[in-house]
């Protein structure tokens, strides 16, 4: 005789505090057991892509920084990428590196917030305390160049916005000094810690089989040991003048990811030292009359730089006809962008692969059989922004 | 055995290393700040509430040209024109909606006069809407200023076009 399976299925979220935003995620329950697991997706929807296409090809960049709110500085600079190859622009050297020194900055920001939340989910509160602090002195940084805090809009097409601010040597050094005493603290309270090892390890594991057919990316496929990073299969922006690795885990469960997140933010400090030691001098931004917009120093003194700076602003530039992908490793994975062109001055469709919301797809196999408690170690380990996944 | 063994090293030995960390932190200076009292200071570059800006003899350098409206991503600004009374053109209504306003600072890029700048003011909550209107009146700075910052292009400007009589 056999009894009847009982099931109850519950909400968790979208107003859960370890969704990491509006997430809902249906659960189906076998008591502490999870049978199913549903992400329900879109409580944050603005309709960026749809905006984008109504606007030039320089007023998109502020709608990208809205989207991964945690990592600006990757979003400006895949789109920025993306319509540059469209143009076939070539920045300046000193450009790309100083991209490159902000694009690291932005991961090791990003993935101190997701080691902040991710341990404050499992019950390590200081963390997020302490993760914080450190996230505010690349802030400053943000600040210091391009204005604001989070939403930085400081890379444009054809380069920065405005030169790097005088002191970015300085507050960049200052970052490269504290940040590894710092992470040999986390690593004294987590890596070792029986609370934490117990809930993460194990947890949430993925084969790397699976990992490639979900189209995972990022920290969560590597995680699993499948050693695939677009910095060094698509070199982008000068990444391969850089001397990197990249850290792979063995079980692809949350410990392993947790490991590998802290090795990245190691080897982001490797590059940024490298770039900040070998800055070139130079513009920064490109000369190309009509798509860039001039410098401002040019615009108040020269004609032809007026005229193009009012021309550009008010109707832009016209792309040539066709399509550009161009993908970037966001510290989430691979975030690219897709740019079709119909040749007028507004973008045809900008279609954005979120590496967040193709990482999310895999949270019901992740969680499928585990018990009720790691489906939010499982949430925190994939590192979703709600931004990004909903758009 | 073994196993007793590790887990009184992690009861003993793991465990308190990240307490110790926690209890360091108890000596350590706040990083903190006691906020409506003290305040931070803002980079030179913080994109704040917007400002606009006067020429050294009190007269307004924005002509009205629309480009700060035209580079606006929001569409948070409005603008209708007038001339003063030496025939130069300014505006007459210049608004901008700051509840639409990202603050991305397209339009201190975007404008050839120099004249709108975004400032280091940050704390401007109300409880109605419509006091988010931000006028002309709101926005210019007051005249006169201590400092004076855009001597160098006031002079310049000046000389190039060769204008002799001072607007009041
Ligand atoms: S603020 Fe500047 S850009 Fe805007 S209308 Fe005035 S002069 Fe033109
Ligand atoms: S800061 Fe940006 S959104 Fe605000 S008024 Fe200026 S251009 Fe418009």
Redesign the interface.
Known sequence: MSAERKTMTINMGPQHPSTHGVLRVVLELDGEQVVNAQPHIGYLHTGIEKTMEN?LYY?VI??TDRMDYLAPMSNNLGYCLAVEKLMGIEVPEKVKWARVCLAELTRIKSHLVWLGTHSIDLGAM?MLL?TF?ER?SIV?IY??????RM?T?YIRIGGL??DL?PDFDKLVRKVLETIPSHLR?YE???T???IFINRTRGVAVISADDAVNYSLTGPMLRGSGVNYDVRKANPYSGYENFDFDIPLGKNGDAYDRYKIRLAEIRQSLRIIQQAIDGMPEGPYRAHVPGVV?PP?ED???KMES?IF??KI??EGFKAPFGAVYQAIESPKGELGYYISSDGSNKPHRVRVRPPSFVNLAVLPKLVEGALFSDVVCAIGSIDIVLGEVDR | MKEIAKALG??FI??P??L???FK?LFKKP?TLDYPRKKKP??????GLHYLERYDDGSERCVCCG?CA??C?ADAIYMEPEENEHGERRAKVYEINLLRC?????CE??C?E?AIF?GHEYEFSNDNRNSFIYTKGQMLVPHPRKDKPFKR?YR?IRKVYGVTDKPK
């Open positions: 606007k007023k502020p709608c200081t302490y602090r505010e400053d600040e210091a160049c391009g204005g604001q939403m809009t916005s405005k601010p603290d004294d309270m987590l070792n810690n029986e917009l401002k615009v108040l003194y007026m700076h009012f602003i008010t | 992690d009861v793991q465990m290393k990240g110790l960390v926690t932190h990083v803002m980079t030179p570059r913080y994109r480009l035209a580079a991503p990202i603050f991305c600072g397209f890029e975007a050839p120099e975004l292009i310049r």
